[in-house]
């Protein structure tokens, strides 16, 4: 066992008579470990993105929400008509009145022709 430990350490393994093999299984697995580096860099990456595009979307949540109150608040009646006292316009003092107007054709079905 205590050989087995020493020959591991010393490299005998990477210059036997079957190192061919070993040398391909080290390969092997140093590529596989800077692809599964590569790919856990890329998806931090992507993480850090997301985060980044939901705190926008937050922002932009509450800007929409400020906007929108400030719009809501200028289309009220009270300061549309103080504004407009500013440019010379005043409130009608009379009511409106609802037109009728009675087309000719109307009145021609009514009376029977």
């Keep these: 066992m205590k050989n087995g430990i020493l020959d591991i350490l010393r490299g005998k393994f990477l210059v036997s008579g ?3 093999k070993n040398w391909l299984f080290i ?4 590529f596989l470990a800077t692809i599964m580096i590569g790919s856990s ?3 931090d990456t992507q993480v850090h993105r997301l985060a980044a595009l939901n ?7 509450s800007e929409f929400v400020d906007i929108r ?3 809501q ?3 009220l009646e009270s300061n549309l008509s103080q504004i407009l ?7 009608s003092e009379i009511p409106p009145r609802k037109i009728q ?3 000719q054709n109307t009145e021609r079905a009514n009376a029977g022709f």
């Design 73 to 75: 608040r200028l289309k």
């Design 101 to 103: 107007v009675k087309s």
């Design 18 to 20: 079957d190192a061919p």
């Design 41 to 43: 860099h890329s998806a």
């Design 69 to 71: 109150s400030d719009v």
């Design 85 to 91: 006292l500013e440019t010379g316009l005043y409130p």
């Design 27 to 30: 390969i092997f697995t140093s």
């Design 55 to 61: 705190e926008e979307v937050k922002e932009l949540r």
